[in-house]
């Protein structure tokens, strides 16, 4: 028979739990943290109805190049003569999909490490560590530039780098707030109960550092955002006839001397309203952790 958990083991437990349950009340009580989720939301809905809501073809030419927005085109046309509407509602796509598939993958996999290391200390976390300073030394836009130039450009390809590039900073932040949690009396229990490594990761520390890690993914998240728009802005991200708001500032840069800013302008704010929103929402969880939230 299974011997019941010791009073200070239950009670740490129960605090844990009755943190976690206010974090989100005192999280989303914020100002800045409401707007920076209506923002996302809007960023959202474009990205999800703006490819039926597009009156043209991304490909379809309505007019010359660079014409003044009119009846025929709200915000103008491009290079090539295409409504830039319909690109900038068909352009969300790959900027969101891509920056949380990214920064996703990035903190998944850095979580991971960072855990791993943390609980098993010695030779893993100095190992997983080195590994981590000699990745973080290189140079994230120079790093994917070279991949892509030898494999090509294509969006897994480009996913794959930037989530890859993300996991040593997130490991390195993992693995500082989880060498704390692994000492606390509940980890030590279980412990002492023979529980598996890997069940003390998954049931005792990552539910620990549950918002330390939601603000790192949401860090993933913008600078993600920043690396496909740079990309894309250099030519080196997503490829054309596609419709990507980073492309499109690379595409029509003569614009501004054409008269016709709004197809350099228009996307440009649509990839800093995201890139804002995000920081939001993360600054209002990072605010809960630098107030004494859970770790």
């Known amino acids: 028979m299974t011997a019941s958990p010791p009073t200070a083991v239950l009670a740490a437990q129960a605090e844990v739990k009755t943190s976690r349950g206010h974090a989100l009340r005192q999280i989303f009580s914020k100002r800045s943290t409401i707007i920076g989720l209506i923002m996302l939301v809007f960023v959202l809905l474009i990205t999800i109805l703006g490819p039926i809501l597009a009156p043209y073809d991304i490909s379809k030419n309505v007019g010359t190049f660079f014409e003044a927005p009119s009846a025929k085109a709200w915000l103008g046309t491009d290079y090539l ?47 997983i560590m080195r590994i981590s300073d000699v990745l973080l030394a290189l140079p994230l836009i120079v790093f994917v530039l070279l991949l892509v130039a030898v494999f090509g450009h294509e969006l897994w390809l480009l996913v794959l780098l930037i989530g890859i590039s993300h996991a040593p900073q997130v490991a390195r932040v993992v693995r500082g707030v989880a060498v704390e949690v692994r000492e606390r009396e509940f980890v030590e229990y279980g412990r002492s109960l023979g529980a598996s490594g890997t069940r003390m990761v998954f049931t005792q520390i990552l539910p620990n550092i549950s918002t330390p890690l939601l603000v790192e993914y949401g860090l993933r998240i913008v600078w993600s955002i920043a690396a496909f728009a740079s990309l894309s802005v250099l030519g080196q991200g997503v490829q054309a006839p596609m419709a990507d708001w980073g492309l499109m500032v690379n595409e029509n840069r003569q614009s501004m001397i054409a008269g016709q ?35």
């Open 81 to 127: 003569g295409r409504d830039v509407l319909s690109r900038v509602l068909h352009g969300g796509v790959t900027v969101v999909t891509m920056s949380v598939l990214a920064a996703t993958l990035g903190t998944v996999l850095g979580a991971a490490l960072g855990m791993t290391a943390a609980y098993r200390r010695g030779i893993v976390d100095e190992v």
């Open 261 to 295: 800013p709004l197809s350099v302008l228009v996307p440009l704010l649509m990839i800093a309203v995201f890139a804002l929103a995000v920081n939001l929402i993360t600054d209002g969880i990072s605010s809960h952790v630098a107030r004494g939230g859970d770790a």
